[in-house]
């Protein structure tokens, strides 16, 4: 999906890490919601609430998830799911830009 219809934006940006990553939280009716944000080349660590599905629209990634000990690399059209109440560790490489989807338990 390129784009989402008949949605809520919350003007304010979630800002992380000095400015680079940003991102602003979209609301659906059925009460879901996404984040659309932008990564910078980097090193950062994310705690997730619920669990999530990262799709990476454009960019290079590596990725370390919760009970894994190699880096995958994940590259821009790909995805990669992150468990709820977790950590991950991402190394940013490439400006990336991404939809962050949170999955109702």
Not at 6 to 12: F, L
Not at 79 to 95: D, T, Y
């Amino acid at each position: 999906m390129s784009e989402f219809k008949n949605v809520t934006i919350v003007k304010k940006a979630n800002i992380y890490f000095d400015g680079k990553v940003v991102s602003r939280t979209i609301k659906f009716d059925d009460g879901s919601n996404k984040t659309l944000g932008f990564m910078m080349p980097g090193e950062y660590s994310f705690d997730t609430d619920e669990p999530e599905l990262m799709e990476i629209l454009a960019g290079q990634l590596e990725v370390l998830l919760p009970g894994e000990e190699e880096w995958k690399t994940i590259r821009g059209g790909e995805s990669f799911n992150v468990g709820g109440h977790a950590n991950f560790q991402l190394k940013i490489l490439l400006p990336t830009d991404y939809c962050c989807s949170f999955i109702k338990e």
